[in-house]
């Protein structure tokens, strides 16, 4: 996208003012957003020089991009296949958590938690990939048995929260369960995995498999392509690290010039997750991001029911439909039960504009632009 250039100013640019990004994305490059210290130099499509103890960066009056963070590339970069199952149940990679942060407020229902984990560059990946994790303990089903791997899509671009490429971070919803009778929690049936990986402490060992998947691998063919994301809770987990791909790190060879438009549907707003990072991509990115929230128990729809996904995405079918035909990826990734509501409503949609579902979906999935996963 081209700017005319009126004049150029030389302005020092502080990292940290008014920005909310998660400090824990940032502990290994020496940012601190509490302090207001600089941050070092980051390249940009722009002019930049350097005096002691500041950095200058020349831009256009008329089009101050926001800074990102520099990224060595990795060999990833020139890969023409994703890496897949490097690492399998029978010999999984040992890797470290790094560290567990709670992600959502003393409202939301339930606990999330974002886990990053330390691979050391050995269990590498693409952006929608997953790793699978296998908890300690035996299969209570097959005693002797190490349990069964569970797969968690991971949350983070290839480089990593340290920007280093040699960790993967993962959101995981602890699971709790209760006993209908009593209302009370029944730890028994809790979640094994998820409750292992939310009470870790940095340091712990953790064993990983993959990665793996192929549905969710963001295509880069064109960047300027448009991706429409549709999250439900944890299912937020690849957009992240699309996102953090496009809009936080400069990445030699892969500049986003599209458009990047995410719906999150959770229960309320201390539900949201990494909502600041979100939020952040919208103030500096208006152009190339687009974020539409669905709380349930906060927000109405036009029936006067609860707001979900579907119906955020009802509110702009029209756009939704237009920005298909000119061939933008449409993903989904969440609980299992969002996609019998969310294909409700796009039959609903396609009938009011004339036009028959089955054969639009079997077009779209013809074409790669569908990508669901689901669990």
Same mark, same amino acid.
């Given at each position: 996208?081209?700017?005319?250039?009126?004049?150029?100013?030389?302005?020092?640019?502080?990292?940290?003012?008014?920005?909310?990004? !998660?400090?824990?994305?940032?502990?290994?490059?020496?940012?601190?957003?509490?302090?207001?210290?600089?941050?070092?130099?980051?390249?940009?499509?722009?002019?930049?020089?350097?005096?002691?103890? !500041?950095?200058?960066?020349?831009?256009?009056?008329?089009?101050?991009?926001?800074?990102?963070?520099?990224?060595?590339?990795?060999?990833?970069?020139?890969?023409?296949?994703?890496?897949?199952?490097?690492?399998?149940?029978?010999?999984?990679?040992?890797?470290?958590?790094?560290?567990?942060?709670?992600?959502?407020?003393?409202?939301?229902?339930?606990?999330?938690?974002?886990?990053?984990?330390?691979?050391?560059?050995?269990?590498?990946?693409?952006?929608?990939?997953?790793?699978?994790?296998?908890?300690?303990?035996?299969?209570?089903?097959?005693?002797?048995?190490?349990?069964?791997?569970?797969?968690?899509?991971?949350?983070?671009? !290839?480089?990593?929260?340290?920007?280093?490429?040699?960790?993967?971070?993962?959101?995981?919803?602890?699971?709790?369960?209760?006993?209908?009778?009593?209302?009370?929690?029944?730890?028994?049936?809790?979640?094994?995995?998820?409750?292992?990986?939310?009470?870790?402490?940095?340091?712990?060992?953790?064993?990983?498999?993959?990665?793996?998947?192929?549905?969710?691998?963001?295509?880069?063919?064109?960047?300027?392509?448009?991706?429409?994301?549709?999250?439900?809770?944890?299912?937020?987990?690849?957009?992240?690290?699309?996102?953090?791909?496009?809009?936080?790190?400069?990445?030699?060879?892969?500049?986003?010039?599209?458009?990047?438009?995410?719906?999150?549907?959770?229960?309320?707003?201390?539900?949201?997750?990494?909502?600041?990072?979100?939020? /952040?991509?919208?103030?500096?990115?208006?152009?190339?991001?687009?974020?539409?929230?669905?709380?349930? !128990?906060?927000?109405?729809?036009?029936?006067?029911?609860?707001?979900?996904?579907?119906?955020?995405?009802?509110? $702009?079918?029209?756009?939704?439909?237009?920005?298909?035909?000119?061939?933008?990826?449409?993903?989904?990734?969440?609980?299992?039960?969002?996609?019998?509501?969310?294909?409700?409503?796009? /039959?609903?949609?396609?009938?009011?504009?004339?036009?028959?579902?089955?054969?639009?979906?079997?077009?779209?999935? /013809?074409?790669?632009?569908?990508?669901?996963?689901? $669990?």
């Amino acid at each position: 996208m081209a700017h005319l250039i009126v004049s150029q100013v030389a302005v020092t640019v502080p990292v940290g003012s008014d920005l909310s990004i !998660r400090r824990s994305a940032f502990k290994t490059c020496n940012l601190s957003f509490q302090d207001k210290s600089w941050a070092r130099i980051i390249p940009l499509d722009l002019k930049t020089s350097t005096t002691r103890n !500041r950095h200058v960066i020349c831009m256009s009056v008329q089009q101050v991009s926001a800074p990102k963070v520099s990224v060595s590339p990795l060999e990833l970069e020139d890969a023409k296949d994703p890496p897949l199952n490097l690492h399998k149940p029978k010999e999984p990679y040992t890797a470290t958590i790094v560290s567990v942060e709670r992600l959502v407020g003393p409202k939301a229902p339930g606990e999330t938690c974002h886990i990053v984990i330390d691979h050391d560059g050995n269990v590498p990946y693409w952006e929608g990939q997953s790793y699978g994790v296998i908890p300690p303990g035996e299969n209570p089903k097959k005693p002797g048995t190490p349990n069964n791997v569970r797969l968690y899509s991971i949350a983070s671009s !290839r480089y990593g929260d340290s920007f280093d490429g040699k960790t993967a971070s993962l959101c995981v919803r602890r699971a709790i369960y209760y006993d209908p009778e009593t209302g009370k929690e029944d730890p028994s049936k809790n979640g094994v995995c998820s409750n292992f990986l939310c009470n870790s402490k940095p340091g712990d060992k953790i064993k990983i498999t993959g990665p793996s998947g192929k549905i969710m691998l963001l295509p880069e063919e064109d960047p300027n392509a448009t991706h429409i994301m549709i999250a439900t809770g944890t299912g937020v987990a690849p957009f992240r690290g699309y996102l953090r791909r496009m809009f936080m790190e400069s990445v030699p060879t892969f500049k986003f010039g599209g458009l990047a438009w995410l719906f999150l549907g959770v229960a309320n707003n201390d539900s949201l997750l990494y909502d600041d990072e979100f939020t /952040k991509y919208l103030k500096d990115y208006p152009g190339n991001f687009r974020y539409d929230r669905a709380l349930s !128990r906060e927000q109405k729809n036009k029936s006067g029911g609860k707001m979900y996904v579907q119906d955020k995405i009802e509110e $702009y079918s029209d756009e939704i439909f237009k920005l298909l035909d000119g061939g933008a990826h449409i993903y989904f990734c969440g609980l299992r039960g969002m996609m019998p509501g969310i294909q409700e409503t796009l /039959k609903k949609v396609a009938d009011q504009r004339g036009e028959n579902w089955e054969q639009k979906l079997a077009q779209l999935k /013809k074409n790669k632009q569908w990508h669901v996963e689901v $669990y």
